[in-house]
Every structure is written in C-alpha cells, then in structure tokens.
C-alpha cells in the first residue's frame, strides 16, 4: 500500500493585470495504491489493485481519479493466459463562485 498526502499552492489572479497572481491557500492532494495478489495453485494467481487520485481545492470543488484493476494469470510449461478488467471513475466538482472570486484560477 503506497500514501502520499500533500499540499500545493492555488492561485488568485487579481483580474486587471494578469502577471499579478498571489496564493489563495493550499489544495489538498491525495494519492493512495493498495492492492493484494494470491496464488491458488502452481502457476495460477489473482491480483486485484485500486489507485486512486484526488484533490479537493482551496477556492471551491474538488476532482477525484478512482481505477480498480482485477487479473488472473495462469500458466502451464509453454502456454500462458492472462485476463484482466478495468474499471476506471473520474469526477469533478467545480464549486467555484466567480461572483464573489472575480478573475479565480486554481491549478
């Protein structure tokens, strides 16, 4: 199982000069891995894994990655079989106000 939890900077623009940017706060950002793999009988095994990647944004909204993966894989002497199946959600809140946040961008 892989974590990273982190924080990185959003930015205001101040709507009448486009080189003047100054930071509105700091998104949240959060990727986690996890996945587990067993292995039934000699060369045949199953594996199943879901990542996933998402951020929530200072200004309003959030974004979210999500992909699940199942396999399995046999093998005998020279002939081998893999079979797989993906499963892949992105979704996206923009819940920023423009009204009250003239001249708004995040990255």
Known sequence: MDW???KRPSY???GTNQYAIT????????QYTV????????GASF????????????VGGSSSNTSDTGSFNYSKKAVALDFGLTRTNSLVDAGVN???NPGLLYS
């Open 35 to 42: 996945g587990a793999a067993y292995t039934f009988a000699p």
């Open 12 to 14: 205001l623009n101040s």
């Open 47 to 58: 594996s199943v894994n879901r990542s996933n990647l998402s951020t929530k944004y200072i």
């Open 4 to 6: 990273l939890k982190a």
């Open 23 to 30: 930071s509105a706060g700091n998104d949240d950002y959060n």
């Open 98 to 100: 423009n009204a009250a």
